[in-house]
């Protein structure tokens, strides 16, 4: 069996999964589906992933999984993309799931808001908000970054990929990364590793 992703052309979470695969070379098939009408994801999901939401990825043995980074680690494990030393392992998750929690609702919600729902949508009051807090997210990557190239172990890694998705599109929901000059140094170091794909690469299938 070949591997099955459930993806949005325009979802920075599956194309955290997208780059990890063409970086990897895993063959997949896809399955393109709508970040605006989800009428059909109980449908398409249900018994895939409980939060109904891409990526969700269907294993080459038939298993399911869900959450970008749950995917990235899976396929990454054992990679150069995921270091060996425990305390890198572990400084690796604290920046996903600082990902998680502290960027992606601030930096990737505010591009969804933006270029997805109509202009008189009842969401786009909450975007002033969600960009004061998005700023001070990048605030502290760009601390982290001034002195590192990368976010864990000096090496790109799924923390890069991860955080790399919607940072490098944030412009798209509103941001302005021109504060942010160690940030800005790190898209264009990631954006030049071999292999890298863009997020607006036509999806395979
Ligand atoms: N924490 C999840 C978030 C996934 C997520 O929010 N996916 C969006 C597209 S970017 C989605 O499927 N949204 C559907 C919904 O809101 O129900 C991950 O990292 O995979």
């Known amino acids: 069996m070949t591997v099955v992703l459930y993806d949005s052309a325009v979802s920075g979470n599956c194309y955290k999964v997208r780059l990890l695969f063409a970086l990897l070379g895993v063959e997949y098939e896809r399955q393109p589906l709508s970040v605006v009408d989800k009428s059909d994801r109980e449908e398409v999901l249900g018994g895939l992933n409980p939060g109904l939401r891409v990526p969700t990825v269907v294993l080459d043995d038939g298993r399911p999984l869900g959450e970008s980074g749950a995917i990235l680690w899976y396929f990454a494990d054992g990679t150069h993309y995921v270091p060996s030393d425990s305390y890198d392992r572990a400084e690796l998750l604290q920046w996903m799931f600082f990902e998680q929690y502290s960027h992606e609702p601030y930096v990737a919600t ?74 800005r140094s790190w898209l264009v170091r990631v954006a030049a590793q071999p292999g890298n794909v863009s997020i607006y690469a036509r999806p395979r299938g």
């Open 110 to 183: 505010p591009r969804y808001i933006a270029k997805h729902l109509p202009a008189d949508h009842a969401r786009r009051a909450e975007l002033p908000a969600r960009l004061a807090t998005g700023r001070a997210a990048l605030a502290v990557m760009d601390s982290h970054l001034k002195s590192r190239q990368f976010f864990v172990g000096e090496r790109y890694s799924i923390a890069d990929i991860a955080l790399y998705a919607y940072t490098h599109v944030a412009h798209e929901g509103g941001h302005d990364l021109t504060p942010y000059a160690a940030v």
